[in-house]
DNA sequence: TTCGTACATCGTACGTCGTACGATGTACGA
DNA sequence: TCGTACATCGTACGACGTACGATGTACGAA
């Protein structure tokens, strides 16, 4: 009921937008995109529900928002290293970040207008490649080659039910291959027991494709 | 009301899954999988929104079920040619369809098992690597190599709103240039410009990343 | 011929969703 | 002192997924 003080920022107590989305984020992260309604979002926030569209134009918007909140999470590649480096962390600092919020790949595909923190990056990215000696066309083709890569991969991550080497092993032999034919799938067949048997960890599959795709872009850039 | 002959196969006017899928399908591909309620595919199919669920289970089945239609569209590699030539056609073939399914990439995050047209695929890509002479832990980095690439590329291209070179110089010239401070995001700006002029277009940029992709491949098999 | 059973269809109802609308209270400048 | 802008929220509406149970049809067995 009381309004509070104002304040361009979040107070510790009061509603805000930041706080709003933040609050949203949360919520996905921990129980999925899914189980997101405006109504447990405000329950989450000591908030009714209507509250929440004083700071949010719609659901919709609450979305778009919460995207950028992770684009906002990403490192953009830094300056002052050579370019694969820098295209290497943040690849790196992307992946994290879409594995920490998975819902954000899927969330992705409805949304066309990029958000500030969205274009932010895409900026800061094809400065790096043409600094580097890309041509704009060229700058394109590795923009593009280097974001799918990113978001193939959390894409595909996302939907993985196991984490590290262990528990891959351990889904190998109980749960793929006695649903698998042999007869049927023998290639899987082999995979699955080979992998398993060597120890194979799916969190350091990334920097293989990574680096041999930062390794085949090198010879398209004119070194100034 | 009427139970009609007994058939393995869809009759030409009763219900199935085959039916149901398809329908689901059609009308996720036109209004968009938000728009896709039990009801309104109900009313599509000339049903009750309740006779669905004689064929499926709940919506979430409904959805796996449309993902691994999808995956019944794409082309498997080709026996008998070359590993790149049986890869690039594939991949062709699944950008394409992942095109026309736009909703499927979006869906794909929250889904972790594969249906049996996914496995079915992943086995015969497998195959295709492994005969071609990539190790198992090769043909494994090739996989997600490719299918990242294939699925990233297809997860930005749907947020695209633009098909072909004419509509990116209209949008390029009318919507992203006017959008951007040139201050703030000058490379962003250098690129829509020179980009536009050249009459770039996206729908050519799939193919440039993916042999790029696969020459890099090359040299990780040992030809047999 | 009768009748039980399995198949196929659907109406109703419940709880949840996003949100339009308008009421309400507070703080502050005039 | 009071109007106005800010911030909050209760209520209500239509749509959603689906649990439950009723209904009708076809067909094999008796």
Same sequence: chains 1, 2.
């Avoid at 351990?170 to 899987?188: I, R």
């Avoid at 293989?208 to 070194?223: K, N, T």
């Amino acid at each position: 009921m009381p309004a509070r003080e104002r304040r361009q920022v979040a107070s510790d107590a009061g509603l805000s937008k930041k706080r709003v989305v933040a609050e949203a984020v949360r919520l996905a992260d921990r129980e999925g995109v899914a189980e997101l309604s405006m109504r447990r979002l405000a329950r989450a926030l000591g908030a009714g529900a209507m509250s929440l569209y004083y700071y949010v134009a719609s659901k919709e918007e609450l979305l778009d928002a919460m995207i950028d909140v992770v684009f906002e999470e990403i490192e953009l590649p830094p300056e002052g290293t050579d370019w694969q480096s820098a295209m290497r962390r943040r690849a790196i600092s992307a992946r994290q970040v879409l594995a920490r919020h998975p819902w954000a790949i899927g969330l992705m595909e409805s949304r066309t207008s990029p958000g500030p923190a969205n274009l932010r990056h895409r900026e800061a990215v094809t400065a790096c490649l043409r600094r580097a000696g890309f041509s704009v066309l060229m700058a394109t083709h590795a923009n593009w080659l280097l974001d799918s890569y990113v978001y193939g991969f959390a894409l595909q991550e996302a939907g993985l039910p196991f984490d590290g080497a262990d528990e891959f092993a351990d889904m190998a032999e109980d749960v793929f291959l006695p649903q698998l034919p042999p007869d049927e799938f023998p290639y899987l067949n082999e995979s699955a027991a080979v992998l398993a048997a060597a120890g194979y960890d799916p969190a350091e599959e990334f920097t293989f494709g990574l680096d041999l795709v930062l390794a085949a872009l090198e010879p398209l850039r004119v070194p100034t």
